[in-house]
């Protein structure tokens, strides 16, 4: 049986990765003989695989890429001999040249992995989860050690007072807003009838617009209502003051391209036509109800509604907003109420402060951003049906500052350019003053947003917008002059996060501690 064996080893060569099976032996002792035909078999396979993986090591270690192809000649006569090369006791051929002193192990220049010109070319997932994993560690830390210094401080007096159940003059404005928009409404379906000229219209809505955004600021004032209240209905109605100039600015074009004829220079497809429409009752009540701040007579929408998808939103949106409010009262607040105003202390002292408070900082805008940007305003384009959801594009890899502002809040970015910014090109302002423009309006809108709630008028929130435009210069600057690189990027991230919010929730802070003491 050997014998036959060795004849058919010699006239059928097995192929060059595979190994004969071990003759199955006779008589009695079959069953340990299997055994150790078996064994032997197995011996060989995982001589073998080490030999093939120890040759495709020392190729990729020393470049050579001939030594990680085909077994060496000497390695297929190895194997044709089969139990002689298992009993030899190795199986793989390490007598080969590759495997000898002899053979040059440094085939050609190579950088080192760390070094500027090959950092960049390989991957670097390894390190970044070891910098989770050390994030991990390190909060997990901080958030133990907070809650033995501190304990729970989750409490609710800074934001909703005792006087925040007799906040109904808030409330009472917050409903009647919608009448600002059926008064728009109403204006429009006069323009459209010809009843009222386009200049009578435009005063008309003039009016409307500002008697909206004038009522809530009157009311907050007049009420000695929590913070928060008066955050919540300032941004509603700031909202509502966008989406009443988009529907104006928006249906006064509709009537010009219709009604009075005005050529454009490209031609309309379909979907531009079905657009071109005077608005309705139920157009009205879905713009004012849809994640957007641009009019327009249709949107794309989506077939149906996920009910399962839906509830999970709605259930991270409770616990994000939730994770808001424990990082607000268990982090921020012990560092702001132990902090000094930054522009009167010592300076050290002010940037120890602002680097403390940067960390929950940068995890609160984060929750909100995640929050408010994805899960609530696609928890309402679920229900709506509303089928166009880019709210946000990749803000976080940002090079300049001017990228940052067209990727953070695409339905404002979009409001800016399509009410704003393409206006004022069309009439011939330059490109420099039409964001300045833009930037302007933004910085009155977060202004009001911030100070009337606190009833402090100190122009931080302003001053924090406009001082972008520098900021974009700069990082304009630093991108052409270092291309391919993230200079802009940690540029962005340290006035944001590290230095400008920190700075701003610290001003106003102790601004209306102060105002609160003087009226004691």
Request: glycine letters at 6%.
């Amino acid at each position: 049986m050997a014998d036959s064996d060795g004849d058919e080893a010699v006239h059928v060569p097995p192929p060059a990765h595979h190994h004969r099976r071990p003759p199955r032996p006779r008589g009695s002792g079959g069953g340990s003989g299997l055994a150790e035909g078996f064994a032997a078999a197995l011996r060989r396979r995982v001589s073998f695989g080490a030999a093939t993986a120890a040759r495709a090591s020392f190729a990729a270690d020393s470049g050579d890429e001939s030594a990680s192809g085909e077994p060496s000649s000497s390695h297929r006569r190895g194997d044709s001999n089969g139990e002689a090369s298992s009993a030899g006791g190795g199986g793989g051929d390490f007598s080969a040249f590759t495997f000898r002193a002899a053979a040059p192990v440094h085939r050609k220049a190579k950088e080192s992995p760390l070094s500027s010109d090959a950092i960049f070319k390989q991957s670097h997932a390894g390190l970044f989860n070891l910098c989770i994993v050390v994030l991990v560690a390190v909060n997990s830390r901080l958030i133990i050690e907070n809650l033995m210094k501190y304990g729970l401080l989750i409490r609710a007096g800074f934001w909703f007072n005792a006087k925040s159940l007799r906040d109904w003059p808030l409330l009472m404005c917050c409903l009647s807003l919608p009448a600002f928009p059926l008064g728009a409404f109403s204006v429009e379906k006069l323009a459209f009838n010809n009843l009222i000229t386009d200049a009578v219209a435009a005063c008309l809505h003039i009016i409307i617009s500002t008697a909206e955004i004038v009522y809530p600021v009157l009311v907050i004032l007049k009420c000695d209502s929590a913070v928060l209240s008066g955050f919540l209905l300032m941004f509603i109605a700031c909202i509502v003051w966008l989406k009443l100039v988009s529907f104006a600015h928006t249906n006064h074009d509709i009537r010009q391209l219709t009604i009075s004829g005005k050529k454009v220079d490209n031609e309309l497809s379909t979907a531009d036509m079905d657009n071109l429409q005077s608005p309705t009752l139920g157009s009205l009540i879905y713009f004012m109800m849809a994640p957007t701040l641009c009019y327009q007579p249709s949107y794309p929408q989506t077939s149906c509604v996920r009910k399962g998808w839906l509830i999970r939103q709605i259930i991270l949106y409770l616990i994000f907003t939730g994770l808001q409010g424990f990082i607000i009262e268990q982090y921020i607040n012990p560092i702001v109420v132990n902090s000094q105003h930054p522009l009167k202390g010592g300076l050290l002292n002010a940037i120890e402060t602002v680097l403390k408070l940067s960390v929950p900082n940068v995890y609160l805008w984060l929750c909100m951003f995640y929050a408010f940007f994805h899960l609530w305003l696609n928890v309402l384009a679920e229900i709506l049906r509303f089928g166009d959801r880019e709210f946000y594009k990749d803000w976080w890899n940002a090079k300049t500052i001017d990228e940052y502002w067209r990727k953070w809040n695409m339905p404002v970015h979009k409001w800016v350019v399509r009410h704003i910014y393409f206006p004022c090109m069309r009439n011939g302002i330059s490109k420099e003053v039409a964001v300045w423009i833009s930037f302007f309006v933004s910085a009155v809108l977060h202004e009001l947003c911030v100070a009337v709630p606190c009833r402090i008028l100190k122009f931080w929130a302003f001053l924090g917008i406009m001082l972008q435009i520098p900021l974009i210069i700069l990082t304009a600057y630093l991108k052409s002059k270092f291309r391919d690189t993230m200079v802009g990027n940690m540029i962005f991230w340290f006035f944001f996060c590290i230095y400008g919010q920190p700075m701003c929730v610290l001003l106003y802070y102790h601004d209306v501690m102060n105002r609160i003491e003087k009226a004691r």
